[in-house]
């Protein structure tokens, strides 16, 4: 109970500026379209058109069966309300400290707990296609799997998000 709690007031806290729905919204189009744009990266690679690019994008939803295709909408939701969150955290941490942050820790803050289902499937990319193989659903069950860790991720960040903290103000100690 205490998670959806969380959860609920880290979405309110969040998403009372607008600028986080446009994130998440990127943010979800894009892990929608690295889907596609993994598994056919042969194609995409030998004869590249923004055309084909766009057709292969429309396509998951008639080449996944619906189950798979929900569930990667659901991923790109989650992801997408992940990037936002994780945005926030590290823009109040800049303003509340003033300390400046380098562009690669940024980039490792987001991907790093946004993506679990990006690594699942880049198995295919990195020669690992065949394992799906061997999985009782034939590879069906990675995709909630994917939503779980993600889940789970959301909930760690909203635990971040409502944790209010107290400024500490700095003592002027007096030398003698």
Known sequence: MNYLKNVRGALQTVYSSKKYYLISF???????SLNSMIRNYKL????????????????TFTSFATSMWISLIIIAILTGMIVA????????????????????SIL????????????????GVVGLGSLIAYLPFKGEELGPLAILLLAISLGYLSKK??????????KKIKKD
Request: proline share 4%; glycine share 4%.
């Open 85 to 104: 969150f994780t945005i926030f955290l590290i823009s109040r941490q800049i303003n509340s400290s003033g300390v400046p942050m380098s562009i690669s």
């Open 108 to 123: 490792i803050a987001i991907v790093a707990p946004a993506c679990p289902s990006c690594a699942v499937s880049l198995f």
């Open 44 to 59: 995409l690679l030998n004869q590249f058109s923004f055309n084909l690019l766009y057709n292969l994008i429309l396509g």
């Open 161 to 170: 998000v409502v944790t209010t903290t107290c400024e500490i103000k700095n």
């Open 26 to 32: 990127i943010a979800g189009i894009i892990i929608f």
